[in-house]
């Protein structure tokens, strides 16, 4: 089992950069195939991007593809996700996820943080 903890979200203006973190305990981040969605209110929960056990590959949704990046250092036991460029439509939960394979599914991942809010103001 294992446990996230996602941080690094705030209050911030169009055009601006964050740098999301999911720091993990328990069982080691290299047993995990990682994702990062996303929720805003009255919406349902969007897949942002995935990335392998090793981080030797990653998808991106075309919503972000070029803007956000996601990476991990199992070392760390942490996976980030870099946000450019952000815009108001940016504005939600971001949530990070473990699972065992491959997918962009949410209800395929067995493990959730609670989530960091990101705002962005026009």
């Known amino acids: 089992q294992v446990q996230l903890v996602e941080s690094g979200g705030g209050l911030v203006q169009t055009g601006d950069s964050l740098k999301l973190s999911c720091t993990t305990s328990g069982r080691a981040l290299s047993s995990y195939f990682m994702g990062w969605f996303r929720q805003a209110p009255g919406q349902e929960r969007e897949f942002i991007a995935c990335?392998?056990?090793?981080?030797?590959?990653?998808y991106s949704a075309d919503a972000v593809k070029g803007r956000f990046t996601i990476s991990r250092d199992n070392a760390k036991n942490t996976v980030y996700l870099q946000v450019n460029n952000l815009m108001p439509k940016d504005t939600a939960v971001y949530y990070c996820a473990a699972g065992f394979r491959p997918t962009l599914r949410s209800e395929d991942y067995n493990y959730w943080g609670q989530g960091t809010q990101v705002t962005v103001s026009s």
């Open positions: 990335i392998s056990w090793t981080g030797g590959a990653t």
